[in-house]
């Protein structure tokens, strides 16, 4: 994002609260998305791309019809959130959140595509806040004032982890295209630019922002590949190219033998070409404890399951 661009942050947008609140939120982004080669005009209007924009949407609508269920009160503004957004703080919070999992799972029959980003933001939160108590830095403050930002807006967040790897037996900065990890190819006094390629992520196309973290244990040597931060989904020099899901091309065939034609999944490659993130949503850019966050997003996005079913 140069400094040219809105920052959706910033916009005095009334906040978003109901499935069709979202949906309209997706429109008229200047987003490039490839699917069977050709590019994208409208991604919500896509037959084959809307139903998974609707299983997002379902997030919000159960939000409204069970508020017990779907939303929490933030420990960071005390104001009521999406659950999806919350940072749990007690072993009941993992237990509602996994209820809430299993309630989507039940209503869309599909992948709802928000696990990725919250259990991003609450690894993240845990691994901010040692990273500054061991040097100094200021990561959690920037953290979790974006946070607040994005609870405010009721946004979607997407995270951003998978890199392509290229040779897996030598770490990133032994590769012989540098571009099979994203990694910092410019750092300027007001941010990072960024190149690389992510794969197989999540609801991408139907998120506000993303959180682009590193995918593997990282030495001094990979300090260029060290990098965890947020950009918007438009932003400059961003390109998706679709993924695609057993069947998929059902929901363009009719209503016979559509399958579950109205949820789907969404995955997607993402292509990072010199993309801007001011110094404001840079969570981290030095190797320190990024084993401590792929641990922690590790324990987060699985293991949080198992502690749930050893709670019941």
Avoid at 258 to 287: C, L, W
Wanted: aromatic share 10%.
């Amino acid at each position: 994002m140069t400094d040219l661009q809105v920052d959706s942050l910033d916009c005095a947008t009334k906040p978003l609260e109901s499935g069709a609140d979202y949906i309209e939120s997706l429109r008229n982004r200047s987003l490039k998305v490839f699917l069977f080669g050709e590019l994208v005009d409208e991604p919500v209007d896509h037959p084959i791309i809307r139903p998974s924009v609707n299983a997002v949407a379902e997030s919000y609508d159960l939000a409204l019809r069970e508020p017990d269920l779907a939303t929490a009160i933030s420990p960071i503004t005390g104001q009521r959130i999406n659950r999806f957004l919350h940072i749990a703080k007690s072993r009941t919070d993992l237990v509602m959140q996994n209820k809430m999992q299993r309630k989507m799972g039940q209503n869309t029959g599909t992948c709802f595509q928000r696990c990725v980003g919250m259990d991003a933001l609450n690894a993240l939160h845990s691994v901010t806040f040692d990273i500054d108590q061991q040097h100094q830095t200021e990561y959690h403050s920037r953290f979790t004032d974006f946070v607040e930002r994005i609870q405010a807006k009721n946004f979607v967040i997407g995270g951003a982890m998978t890199d392509v790897k290229g040779d897996r037996s030598k770490p990133p900065h032994a590769q012989a295209d540098p571009d099979l990890f994203v990694h910092v190819v410019e750092r300027t006094d007001e941010g990072v630019y960024i190149s690389g390629a992510k794969a197989h992520q999540t609801g991408c196309i139907n998120s506000h922002w993303l959180v682009v973290m590193p995918t593997m244990r990282l030495g001094p040597e990979d300090k260029d590949f060290a990098i965890v931060g947020a950009v918007p989904v438009e932003a400059d020099g961003i390109t998706y190219i679709y993924g695609r899901q057993s069947c998929d091309t059902r929901a363009m065939d009719g209503e016979v033998d559509a399958g579950n034609a109205t949820f789907s999944g969404q995955e997607a490659m993402v292509i990072f070409d010199r993309v801007f993130i001011p110094s404001k949503y840079i969570f981290h850019k030095f190797f320190h404890l990024l084993f401590t966050l792929l641990s922690q997003y590790l324990l987060t996005h699985f293991n949080f399951k198992f502690l749930v079913n050893e709670i019941k």
